[in-house]
């Protein structure tokens, strides 16, 4: 499974950003698979940002909530993050990440996507 993200850039505090992760390569059904966004910061660890489970439950880390939103198009093979109100702590290169559902570790990733977020 190869996953390409897409849509990272500069935006001022304030503003939005949609990134995409077109994935193919599936070896099962792209609705066997859970989907996650993760993000890291120069000096910081790798953090989960958003996740989407394979019935299309989503969660989201605490500084996110209410400002990012997870989706994916399953006829599309692809997913994505509305990010809304960006702050500049939301600076970082963000990885989409895929898992069979019945695996708790994400083994497959992509490359990243640097969003950059100005005051």
């Known amino acids: 499974v190869q996953l390409v993200e897409s849509g990272g850039g500069s935006v001022q505090a304030g503003g939005s950003l949609r990134l995409s992760c077109a994935a193919s390569g599936y070896t099962h059904s792209s609705s066997s698979y859970s989907m996650g966004w993760f993000r890291q910061a120069p000096g910081k660890e790798r953090e989960g940002v958003a996740s989407?489970?394979?019935?299309?439950?989503?969660s989201y880390a605490d500084s996110v909530k209410g400002r990012f939103t997870i989706s994916k198009d399953n006829a599309k093979n692809t997913l994505y993050l509305q990010m809304n109100s960006l702050k500049p702590e939301d600076t970082a290169m963000y990885y989409c990440?895929?898992?069979?559902?019945?695996?708790?570790?994400?083994?497959?990733w992509g490359q990243g996507t640097q969003v950059t977020v100005s005051s």
């Open positions: 989407i489970d394979s019935d299309g439950s989503t």
């Open positions: 990440a895929g898992r069979l559902y019945y695996y708790s570790d994400y083994h497959y």
